[in-house]
């Protein structure tokens, strides 16, 4: 079973920058992919990035590009999500995905394991 933890949120002022981590317990995520995502109260949960675990390749969100970057980090097996130029409607709860697959997907149904995610407040 593929454990996925969520680390690094917290309340930030408009306009700062967090760092999110996921740490994966899978040993051999070669021909994986991973993304990111983020659910507010009362919305739908929505894709902001993934990223293909063997080569680096990534895809955002529209609204996302620019402000936020997806990475991961092979030997210690974790993903992170830097977003800058924080604002109060990023407000929400952020979750790490994996599929067994290389292709890169937006759809929610489309991961296989997910984290407990981890709390984003923007707030002056």
């Known amino acids: 079973q593929v454990q996925l933890v969520e680390s690094g949120g917290g309340l930030v002022q408009p306009g700062a920058s967090l760092k999110l981590a996921c740490a994966v317990s899978?040993?051999?995520?070669?021909?994986?992919?991973m993304g990111w995502f983020r659910q507010a109260p009362g919305k739908e949960r929505e894709f902001v990035a993934a990223?293909?675990?063997?080569?680096?390749?990534?895809l955002y969100a529209d609204s996302m590009k620019g402000r936020f970057t997806i990475s991961r980090e092979y030997v210690s097996k974790a993903i992170y999500l830097q977003m800058n130029n924080l604002q109060p409607e990023d407000s929400a709860t952020y979750s790490c995905?994996?599929?067994?697959?290389?292709?890169?997907?937006?759809?929610?149904?489309?991961?296989?394991?997910w984290g407990q995610g981890t709390q984003v407040t923007v707030s002056s």
């Open positions: 990223i293909r675990w063997r080569d680096g390749t990534t």
């Open positions: 899978e040993l051999t995520p070669g021909f994986w992919s």
């Open positions: 995905a994996a599929r067994k697959d290389s292709i890169l997907r937006t759809r929610v149904e489309e991961y296989d394991f």
